[in-house]
């Protein structure tokens, strides 16, 4: 078990917390404080408990000087103030005199964001490249280090992991949730367990395949995904999305595992995605112009009574162009099958977590997973760098 921000006297110490307080902007406005909101938890918890509070975070990605208009996290502690109901000092310097005076002039339940921390990389990549002076500069600002940005964990950074090796460390609420709830699907023996797959591109997925598909008892296809393998298995998909690089590892994996790999049997079709109709065609009677956007009807039916009894789902990309209302049905489907039935399901990836907001289903899974590639990466059997770096319990 790895330390966490419980097992430290906080009081009057400063503590350092890593916030993934990555929200999107547009001009200058927040437009989803999700991530504000549930970095809440530790830092009301470090406030609780006297601490002075530095929060370190990145925003966005920052390559050139125009970059930092953009990507400023002022907006930010704007509204972390509102959040916490209290100031928020804010520091426009990510190293320097003003920094130093804020952070010395800090009293017991302070807070203090310091701006972008990514702000560095203009600078030789010294964040992203977990610079050893900069992991130093920013561990003498404070006494312990808590990593909270589950976000960015599959990323071995000065602000996560080069800060952490020099200060006593832990790891956060937002982390430790993500981490006990990953294990516990990833881990517990129970059947069946069964992974729903979706989304766009087989080659980002493959080393989740090769990890999971071993331990699963079925492997559900959908999404763009499923054309690379329906093509590899011979059939006309049209104009649909697929990837010829990986027309040949799908076509051994389906030889390799025919019993646990379920595709659709039927889809959505249509000349693009701009025309305000679809067809719904089985796979084998494409048309040259046919492009596929969901699952069909029968391919609905077909995964849902594959999910019939499941144990333990992990749902990772959606399985249609959820984004468009005529392509939501399928991954709608899913949920409403997978929730209905209280079937114990984790959603990872990015744009999966965004589908069950916009599909109504938030608050209704065993789990969301915030981060995407961090879980994805965790999926794939991978060490996380920012929580490796963290102490375990004596
Ligand atoms: P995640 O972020 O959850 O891992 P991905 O990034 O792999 O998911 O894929 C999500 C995207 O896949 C969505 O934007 C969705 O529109 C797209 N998608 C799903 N099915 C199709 C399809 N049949 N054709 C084109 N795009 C699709
Ligand atoms: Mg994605």
Redesign the pocket.
Known sequence: MKKTIKDYDLSSKKVIIRCDLNVPMQDGKITDETRIKASLKTINYALDHKAKVIILSHLGKIKTEEDKENNSLYPVSVRLSELLGQEVIFSKETHGPELETKVANLKDGDVLLVENTRFEDLDNKKESSCDPELSKYWANLGDIFINDAYGTCHRAHASNVGVAKLLPNGIGFLVEEEINKLDEIINEDTHPYIVVMG?KKVSDKIKLIENIIPKCDKLIIGGAMAYTFLKALGNNIGGSIYEEDSLSYCKNLVAKYPNKIILPVDTKVSSSLDSPTYIVKEVGTFTDSDIGFDIGTKTIKKFQDCLEGAKRVIINGPMGVFESPLYQEGTKAIYSYLTTHNIKTLIG???SAASVKQLGFDGKFYHISTG?GATLEYLEGKDLPGISVINNEE
Do not use: N, P, S
Request: hydrophobic share 0%.
């Open positions: 989304g990836g990015g744009d995407g």
